[in-house]
């Protein structure tokens, strides 16, 4: 006889780094947008990453609208106002998305004004990285470099360490 085991891995979780940026059409090969995909393209060998540009609130709110799943997507809006983590708890927010059967996690940079009430009413995270105001290119390059990081304490690859 015979007996077969299934292994159980991991959920996969879908990662998306979302931006507002009013004007995506303009090629941009600067170093930060570089620098944000090459962190991204890192993260992918641990889970689905991709980035995307909206023109507007409105635009991204209408893509998560248009978003068919067995989950709905689940929203982390970068916001000043929002709560400051650690590496670690950075990367026990997305472990837990990912084991409770997250399927996409959106992790968004804001207007340059900030986000509407109604969107900040909608996100099921704010997370801040401080107090300190930061351009978007570079808080895209902070924010791939963590999702990079918080997937690698997940896999437990010793980058995090000592950094």
Known sequence: M???????????????????SPN???AKSDAAATLAADFLARASRYATC???????EAALLAWLDRQSARTSPFLILLDSRGRQLTSQEFAAQIGR?????????????????????AARARAGLLLSFGAITLPHELARVVLAEQIYRAL???AGHPY????
Not at 97 to 117: C, E, K, Y
């Open 2 to 20: 015979h007996f077969f085991y299934i292994l159980q891995y991991p959920h996969r979780v879908k990662l998306v780094l979302a931006s507002i």
């Open 152 to 154: 690698t304490i997940l």
């Open 160 to 163: 995090h360490s000592g950094h």
């Open 97 to 117: 998305h990912r084991d409770n059967g997250t399927q996409t996690l959106v992790l968004a940079i804001g207007p340059a004004d900030g986000w509407s009430d």
């Open 50 to 56: 991709e980035a995307q540009a909206h023109g507007s």
């Open 24 to 26: 995506r059409t303009r």
